[in-house]
Every structure is written in structure tokens, then in C-alpha cells.
């Protein structure tokens, strides 16, 4: 696998969902099940589900540049929070998933075992502080995501790697 240089020792991207990816709680702010109606993500409701606007752009400039992308997100519907990524048709950048209730560290104790990435080789994009703090403490680099996941924050995040 060959890394852009801008990327430097960056391995593995994880990305919470809720808040970070899409603006809404899968399990609290939406009815599932979702469904596709005139290529439109809609709930049960037939609320639109739009992910953030750059979202997109971020995966694809991530997987083009060669490099792993998971998803951790501590959901109480896992089903639900599955079915968008299917229904964005996000599985193809997602290698990796740990979608369910529980401590992220458990997620990223996962990620590890599995990749044997260190944990000084990820990234991590989530909105709650809580989650921020207690990934940190592993020695993952975090960016806590305030409006959205964007290419701006990519950028300023992947400063992180370039020494």
C-alpha cells in the first residue's frame, strides 16, 4: 500500500457516525427503518437523510490515497446505523466497523487487534468530548468534529502526520 506524503506514519481513519458523518442520533432523532424513494434517503417518517455535504469527499480523497477508513460508533441501533451506510453506499469505504453500544476504547482495542495498526498510526473523528478524552488517553490522535465532517478538518488533521 503507498501513502501520499502528506499522509506520513497515518494508517487507519476511524470516524464515529452520528454527528460526525450525518447530523442526527440514528437510535433517538430519525425512525428507522430507512428506505430509498426517487434516490432519496428517507426514514420512516419520509424525513430526508442527508449525510453532511463533504462527507463524500472526504472518503473518497482518504481511500484514493490508499488508506484504511473505519467506522466506530457506540449506537444502541446498530441495524440502523448499517442500513446508511449501506443505503450512502459507504460499505465500499469502510473495512472496518465496530457499531455498537459500549466504550470506544473497546472499538479501538478491536481496530488494533485487528490491523495491528498502533494506536500512534490512527485518527479519529468523533463529536463528543467524552469519546475524544477517553481515545486519547490510547495515544490516538483525535479532532473533536463540531459542525460535520469536512475537507477542512481532514486538512488540519492530517498535519497532524506530517512530520
Request: negative net charge; hydrophobic residues 40%.
Amino acid at each position: 500500500m503507498t501513502f501520499s506524503p502528506e499522509l506520513g506514519q497515518l494508517k487507519l481513519v476511524v470516524f464515529d457516525l452520528d454527528y460526525t458523518l450525518w447530523p442526527y442520533h440514528v437510535d433517538s432523532t430519525v425512525s428507522l427503518p430507512f428506505h430509498v424513494k426517487s434516490s432519496q434517503v428517507l426514514d420512516q417518517t419520509g424525513k430526508e437523510i442527508k449525510p453532511f455535504p463533504e462527507v463524500p469527499i472526504v472518503l473518497d480523497y482518504l481511500a484514493e490515497r490508499g488508506v484504511t477508513i473505519a467506522a466506530a460508533s457506540r449506537t444502541t441501533k446498530p441495524p440502523g446505523a448499517h442500513q446508511l451506510l449501506d443505503l450512502f453506499d459507504w460499505n465500499r469505504y469502510f473495512a472496518l466497523k465496530e457499531i455498537y453500544p459500549g466504550c470506544k476504547t473497546t472499538h479501538f482495542k478491536r481496530f488494533k487487534d485487528q490491523t495491528m495498526v498502533p494506536y500512534s498510526s490512527m485518527l479519529f473523528f468523533d463529536d463528543e468530548d467524552r469519546n475524544i478524552h477517553d481515545v486519547s488517553n490510547l495515544g490516538v490522535k483525535c479532532v473533536l468534529v463540531q459542525h460535520g465532517m469536512n475537507m477542512k478538518l481532514l486538512h488540519e488533521a492530517l498535519n497532524l502526520f506530517k512530520n
